[in-house]
């Protein structure tokens, strides 16, 4: 038996736009606040959980056609690389570096390079979330 969901269908695409929005929101802000990597992933997922049950596994797979194994790799390739960025410069392991760069638009901004762990962390949390998910919910 198959229901019509239209309307599960239809707010799913206005929700889950505005919950994948939220997550660049935490993201950014992981660095003065809470939030981060993870937390920004965890939404996420629940972000492409959410499509899953308003379509099937093939639609979205299609949609949105990640391969979620190499997803988790680059993660852990980013998160460890900036980790040995500290040893590379003669300090212990996961020590961060930062400067300031003047941007045309925005201005005086800091970089850091937990940036980009925390994008490591989001990609690998993102990954194995939906891993787990695609295999569970395949019941073919």
Do not use: C, W
């Amino acid at each position: 038996m198959k229901t019509n969901d239209v309307l599960l269908r239809n707010v799913t695409k206005v929700v889950v736009f505005i919950i994948f929005l939220f997550s660049l929101h935490l993201f950014l802000a992981g660095h003065y606040n809470p939030g981060g990597g993870f937390v920004a992933g965890l939404i996420s997922a629940g972000a492409v959980t959410l499509t899953l049950i308003a379509y099937d596994s093939q639609t979205v797979r299609s949609m949105l056609n990640i391969n979620t194994i190499m997803m988790t790799g680059v993660g852990l390739l980013f998160a460890v690389g900036t980790g040995m960025i500290g040893i590379l410069t003669g300090d212990p392991f996961l020590t961060h570096k930062f400067g300031h760069v003047d941007l045309p638009i925005i201005g005086d901004t800091s970089l850091h390079t937990a940036t980009i762990f925390d994008l490591g962390v989001y990609l690998v949390v993102v990954g194995v979330t939906l891993t787990i998910i695609q295999t569970i919910g395949e019941s073919d």
